[in-house]
């Protein structure tokens, strides 16, 4: 039978010496994970790792490494939702009129009211009933500028959404507005719209949601951070309002990594204080 060794009287002392330091840092993990619990609780239970370290050291006094936050939020339970279903909305018309490519996969922008991407997602809402959401979505802030929302999937679904876009910008003339190639997107009726406003189109190839993989995130996250996993709203009452609160909850406050991990209006407005800055 083995036997462990007793503690040298230098380990012990090592020990007994650490105790206020152990103390500090055991209150110092209740104060963060008490601070990580509020965030949780404000994002609805949808918030991970990255996006709580960035939470929390944009008020803390001292930066906290992404690994004792991992640690922690491991230890007391504190997880974002990661749940993914799909289900087909684009609906693509052989006979329509087919535009290039203007991004290539490439989501960038080196400005605001540049490039836009948009998609049709589905909201399940009991019953057998659904709500369709119709996006524009700056892509150099991932802001979602335009959106309409209605229990129908019809041209008239993404003309109200662009609508909705060319009155918070302003004007989009110039503006590029990538999409995919469903019937909507294709239809004579809003090219007309988009002729009107000056937007020029682009469309990814038939078939591929890659082309699209920016709206597919948003509308993805939407509905994890949403729904998370309970199938559909009780209601389409229900359905409006929570995507109204998520809507004004990513725009305001969730942070994105592609942009620094600050929110889309976070990003515009720093965007602007530097474009108006006055010259040294």
């Known amino acids: 039978m083995t036997t462990t060794p007793p503690p040298t009287r230098s380990s012990f002392y090592k020990w007994r010496d650490g105790k206020p330091a152990r103390r500090q840092r055991q209150h110092a993990d209740e104060v963060l994970v008490a601070q990580m619990r509020d965030y949780h609780e404000e994002f609805d239970a949808t918030i991970g790792v990255r996006r709580m370290t960035a939470e929390i050291n944009d008020t803390a006094p001292t930066r906290v490494n992404h690994k004792r936050i991992e640690r922690l939020m491991r230890q007391h339970q504190i997880a974002g939702v990661n749940l993914r279903k799909k289900k087909r909305t684009t609906i693509p018309d052989q006979d329509a009129r087919v535009f290039d490519d203007l ?21 399940p809402c009991g019953k057998g009933e659904f709500m369709y959401l119709a996006t524009v979505i700056d892509v150099c802030s991932r802001r979602l500028v335009g959106y309409s929302l209605a229990d129908y999937m019809r041209t008239s679904l993404v ?30 009726a809003l090219q007309t719209t988009c002729r009107r406003l000056g937007i020029r189109q682009s469309m990814g190839r038939i078939g591929s949601s890659a082309d699209n993989a920016m709206a597919e995130s948003f509308n ?19 359905c409006r309002r929570e995507v109204f609160r998520w809507i004004t909850r990513y725009n305001t406050r969730r942070r994105h990594s592609g942009i620094s991990y600050l929110s889309p209006r976070a990003f515009e407005d720093a965007a602007s204080a530097v474009t108006v800055a006055p010259a040294a």
């Open 103 to 123: 991004v290539g996969r490439d989501f960038t922008a080196e400005d605001c009211n540049q490039l836009y991407i948009g998609d049709i997602t589905y909201l």
């Open 159 to 188: 003309q109200d959404a662009i609508e909705d876009a060319a009155r918070t910008r302003g004007s989009l003339d110039g503006a590029i507005f990538h999409s995919d190639h469903g019937s909507v997107y294709t239809s004579s």
């Open 220 to 238: 993805a996250s939407l509905k994890r951070e949403t729904l998370q996993g309970s199938g559909s709203w009780a209601s389409p009452v229900q």
